[in-house]
Nanobody, 127 residues
Framework: QVQLVESGGGLVQAGGSLRLSCAAS????????MGWFRQAPGKEREAVAV????????YYPDSVRGRFTISRDNAKTTVYLQMNSLKPEDTAVYYC????????????????????WGQGTQVTASA
């Protein structure tokens, strides 16, 4: 079965950095776009970064563009999220997710398009 296992979360002061990793197994990783989502208490889950299966295209919302960077290593079946200049409003549980194979386009940041999810890792940026 498909497994997505996140790691790298933790507590950091505002302005600091963290790097999340997501190790994938049970799927043909190189055929899937991969996304990072987050969910803060009382808020809806939102996409913060998505990367094409080739690694050649990415998506970021305005709230994190220029601070977060998504990357992937298809040989290691791992996707990363480098988070810099963290703000208290970045505090949330961060999830790694995969949509169906070869999906890309206007809906790639839509949560309902994702069929595989990790268990999540807590990121806390203190003021």
């Amino acid at each position: 079965q498909v497994q997505l296992v996140e790691s790298g979360g933790g507590l950091v002061q505002a302005g600091g950095s963290l790097r999340l990793s997501c190790a994938a197994s049970g799927l043909t990783f190189s055929r899937h776009a991969m996304g990072w989502f987050r969910q803060a208490p009382g808020k809806e889950r939102e996409a913060v970064a998505v990367i094409h299966w080739s690694g050649g295209s990415t998506y970021y919302p305005d709230s994190v563009r220029g601070r977060f960077t998504i990357s992937r290593d298809n040989a290691k079946t791992t996707v990363y999220l480098q988070m810099n200049s963290l703000k208290p409003e970045d505090t949330a549980v961060y999830y790694c997710a995969a949509p169906r194979p070869l999906l890309w386009g206007p809906r790639i940041a839509t949560m309902s398009e994702y069929i595989h999810w990790g268990q999540g890792t807590q990121v806390t940026a203190s003021a």
